[in-house]
Structure formats: C-alpha cells, structure tokens
C-alpha cells in the first residue's frame, strides 16, 4: 500500500495563522502573569498554614459574610470557591466556543488529535486512580481530582525556567487545558452535585436564555450584564448544582465571530477585559485558601502510603503524561498526521508531563469529592502539590534538554527580516516581501561595498545573516 502524501495529511503541531498565533500569545502573556501571582499565592497559603500564623489564616479562611436570607452567608474560602471561580469558569466558556467556531477546533480533522490526547489524558489518570485505590481499599469518589491540567500554573513553570517553548506546543498545551475545563465543569455538575432545587434551576436556565437574547440583540452595558450575571450565579448556587456551571454556560452564550464594522468578538472584548481579572485575582484568591494545607514529615509519608493521595500523585504524574503522549501517538498513527519537522515525540512526552500539574481544578475537586472527610481533603490536597511538583520538575528537565533547538525554532518564528511587524514565515508565499527582501539585501550588499572600499583587507565584523 503507498505512503500517503504528506501534504495530505493532518498537520501536527504546526503554524498557525497569524490571527491565531497573536491571540495564543495574547493569552498565554496574560496567563503567564496570572501564574506566577498563582504560584505566589500557594507559596503564601503553604507558609502561612505551617507557622505560628496558621491560627490567623484559619480565621480569614472561616470569616463568614453574605445575606443569610439568600443562602449566600458563606466563609471566605467558599466564596473564592463558588464565587470567584465561577469568572475563571466564565472565561474557559468563552475560550471553549472560540476555539470550536473560529479556533483551532473548529475543523474536526485537526481538533481530532489534541481532542483525542485531552480526553485520554483525563480518562488515563482517573484509570490509575480507581486501580490503585481499588487494590488498596482506598476510596473511590477521589477519580477525578488527578484529571485535570492548570494552564497559568504551567505557563508560570515555564516563565521560572526561561524555556523557549515553541507557539505550537504552547498552543497544544493551551488546547489540552480548554478541553479538560470543559470535562472539568461537566464532572463536577453530574457526579458532584448532590440535591437538586428544580425552581432555582429552571429560573437560572431562563436568566441564561435572557442573557443571550440581550446580546443577540445587541444591548450593551456592563451595568446589564453584571447584575444579570450575579443573579443566574446567586440561582445555580440555589439550585444545588455547583455555581461554577453558571460562569461556563454564560461564557458559551456569547457570541465569539465579528459582525459588520467589529474589529472583535463581543466574546473577544469581553474576555480581555475579565482574563486579567481572572487570571490575576479570582485564581491567586482560590489558591491561597485552598493551598493552605499542613505539610509534616508523617503527611508527606501518608501521600505515599495511603491509597487516596497516592492515587492523586500517580493519575497526575504517570497518569496525565503517559495519557495524552499515547493519545496523541495514537490519533497520529491511526489518522496518519505529520508532526511539525521542527519537533519531535520526545517534545510531546515533555508537554504531557507538563499537563500533570493540576492545580487549581484539582483542589477544586478535592474540596467536593471529600467535603464530608476534613482530613481525607487535607491529605489529596497535598497529594495535588507533591504530584504537581513532581510532574513540574520532570518536565523542567526535558525542556531544559531541548532548550537550545526550541530557542532556534523560536527564532526563526519571530524573524522579521523586512520589519513590517509580521514574521517573515507568513509572509514567505507573498511577492510583495519577496520585492521587499531583494529591495533589503541589495541595502545591504551596497552598505558591504562601501565598507570594503574604505577598509580594504579587513574582515567586517557584526551581521552576517546576508552576506552578499
């Protein structure tokens, strides 16, 4: 049987357009930040909960406030976990719908792999999870608290190390993370959601119909949507299913493709506007109080002894890594996809290890599946950071082992030769930049001549790029 042509087949881990390529660096700037106030924040919690300020940090965690009449008259650490996360939810909505209608998943051919890679790198870990608590009589409501991958705390890990990490596997890891916050809110509102108040939940769906109608009629004002936002939260926290749903389902209402004389998506406005907000705030908030767990010589050993946590640190490390490597092998060997020339397996491998940090979800997770076993959350709390660590320093490793290929990759994906602002390999099928190169190199051969006739027998130091 003959070799299709490579031309055929799907890309992997290619270029994206530019339009895509300047939105994943948009995004990944902004999470970035975002995760190193993150990292900061768990670093704050951890020190606080394991000195002479625990008894402080406690009473901040527990400080209740809210209107009681609305069932709204929680302590902090909730409201940072029913509240704030419900804005980071809304903008993984927004991210989610764009990048199936106009992003990199909107073409079923392409969206297969890193799909297929997701999802196996949430089943995979779930699997060694049940298997290892199965095996040593551990419980099992703890499977999806390994399953999940924390963007901003990864983006974080590779702004401390420095890595040159290419645009695609960026956006790959980007990709990866959209899809498991999407399995992520599914799994908490079917499997963690207890009791359900029928009323509440018809009047949040019909405050979610309203919201979509406003825009669809293009009503505009934040001081609409804000307190409209507020009170589909305030009902799906009613109704008993976990009110981060709300921010998810909000952010798929919004419309993410330009209409007439629009240069952007209100799904577009309006996620630069709130990601900061987010990404800097509302997430740095949540890790500090869930974070905050006491760390011992006998806690630590519990992480590796008893079932549960063990469970968290395997699904999270082995799990989440040889997951999404295998799916991806296996969708590229099954769909016959050519992987970028420029990279290799080895840089997949060092990605997926990477997706094992599972931070913010996954103590999310912790809290639900065990909110009634106080110590079984503290214990697969700490699991989440020995496993997140683990993962995190492996793949410094690998990275840092490719470091100086990903830095000539990166180089040659910003060069702008003819400095008009867009990188040259866009513009390379373009007549224009090639009329504006030779106009270059011409510049320059006269600036080379020039020199020689004034230098003569020298050696000219400095560019040599374009040699004439």
């Not at 992997?12 to 895509?20: D, I, M, N, P, T």
């Not at 009681?68 to 909730?78: I, K, Q, T, V």
């Not at 392409?110 to 196996?120: D, E, F, G, K």
């Not at 993962?391 to 040659?412: G, N, P």
Request: charge should be negative; include cysteine.
């Amino acid at each position: 049987m003959a070799e299709p042509d490579p031309q055929q087949r799907t890309p992997f881990l290619g270029h994206q357009s530019l339009k895509e390529r300047l939105f994943t660096l948009d995004v990944l700037r902004t999470e970035t930040v975002g995760g190193v106030l993150l990292l900061l924040a768990a670093l704050a919690a951890l020190v606080l909960a394991n000195t002479g300020a625990s008894g402080w940090y406690e009473d901040v965690k527990t400080f209740s406030f809210g209107p009681s009449a609305l069932n709204l008259h929680l302590d902090a650490a909730h409201w940072a976990m029913d509240g704030l996360l419900a804005v980071f939810f809304f903008v993984a909505g927004i991210e989610l719908k764009r990048e199936l209608v106009v992003g990199e998943l909107r073409d079923p051919k392409a969206a297969a792999l890193p799909v297929i890679a997701a999802i196996c790198g949430m089943v995979v870990p779930a699997v060694l999870y049940v298997v290892v608590n199965s095996a040593g009589g551990g419980s099992l409501q703890g499977w999806a608290i390994p399953t999940a991958t924390d963007i901003a705390f990864a983006l974080a890990v590779l702004a401390v190390i420095g890595s040159s990490l290419p645009t695609a596997l960026r956006a790959f890891l980007l990709t990866l993370a959209v899809v498991d916050d999407l399995f992520a809110i599914l799994i908490i509102a079917v499997f963690f959601t207890t009791t359900i108040k029928f009323w509440a939940l018809g009047l949040a769906v019909l405050g979610l119909a309203l919201f979509w109608l406003l825009q669809r009629r293009n009503v505009h004002g934040w001081y609409v949507y804000v307190p409209l936002a507020l009170v589909i939260w305030a009902l799906m926290h009613e109704s008993g299913v976990h009110a981060t749903v709300a921010g998810v389902a909000m952010g798929l209402t919004l419309r993410v493709t330009t209409g007439p004389g629009e240069k952007e998506s209100p799904g577009e406005r309006v996620e630069h506007q709130v990601r900061p907000f987010s990404a800097g705030l509302a997430v740095p908030a949540f890790a500090f109080f869930a974070a905050g767990v006491s760390v011992s010589g006998d806690s630590l050993a519990e992480v590796f002894t008893d079932p549960e946590p063990l469970g968290v640190v395997i699904g999270l490390f082995l799990g989440k890594m040889l997951g999404i490597f295998g799916g991806a092998w296996l969708a590229a060997r099954f769909t016959r996809a050519a992987l970028n020339e420029d990279l290799d397996w080895e840089d997949v491998l060092a990605v997926a290890c990477l997706a094992g940090i599972g931070f913010t979800v996954s103590l999310l997770i912790s809290e639900l599946a065990f909110a009634d076993d106080p110590d079984l959350t503290t214990q697969t709390k700490a699991a989440v950071l020995v496993g997140s660590l683990i993962a995190a320093t492996v793949a410094c490793v690998a990275l840092k082992w490719r470091d100086a290929a990903y830095r000539r990759i990166s180089e040659r994906e910003n060069l702008d030769e003819d400095g008009d602002g867009i990188p040259d390999i866009y513009e390379q099928d373009d007549p224009a930049y090639h009329l504006r190169m030779a106009a270059i190199l011409e510049e320059r051969a006269a600036k080379h001549r020039k020199w020689a006739e004034t230098h003569p027998g020298e050696q000219k130091q400095g560019d040599t790029r374009h040699d004439v």
